[in-house]
């Protein structure tokens, strides 16, 4: 990764970082809450990231849902997420 990637990929982080309000799992759905407006920049980003097993996504002003087959593809992506919020 040159110097260019590694501040771009930081910036999109922190950008992440600031959009999202919370997030929720329920069974095998993951619930972004993002600033208003900012779901669609949020949803792009994990479209970038590569999250695995996402069956579907939907997107509005400021909630991102994304749906998995099963609870613990949404566990491990709700895992993914945390790590992103919290490191």
């Given at each position: 990764e040159t110097a260019t990637e590694q501040t771009i990929s930081s910036k999109y982080v922190n950008i992440f970082k600031e959009s999202v309000?919370?997030?929720?799992?329920?069974?095998?759905?993951?619930?972004?809450?993002?600033?208003?407006?900012?779901?669609?920049?949020?949803?792009?980003?994990?479209?970038?990231?590569?999250?695995?097993?996402?069956?579907?996504?939907?997107?509005?002003?400021?909630?991102?849902?994304?749906?998995?087959?099963?609870?613990?593809?949404?566990?491990?992506?709700?895992?993914?997420?945390?790590?992103?919020?919290?490191?």
């Open positions: 309000l919370s997030f929720r799992l329920m069974n095998n759905v993951l619930m972004i809450k993002t600033i208003k407006g900012l779901a669609s920049a949020v949803n792009s980003f994990i479209d970038k990231i590569g999250i695995e097993d996402i069956i579907g996504s939907v997107y509005g002003e400021d909630t991102v849902t994304l749906y998995f087959e099963d609870s613990d593809r949404s566990n491990c992506a709700g895992n993914a997420v945390s790590k992103l919020m919290y490191s």
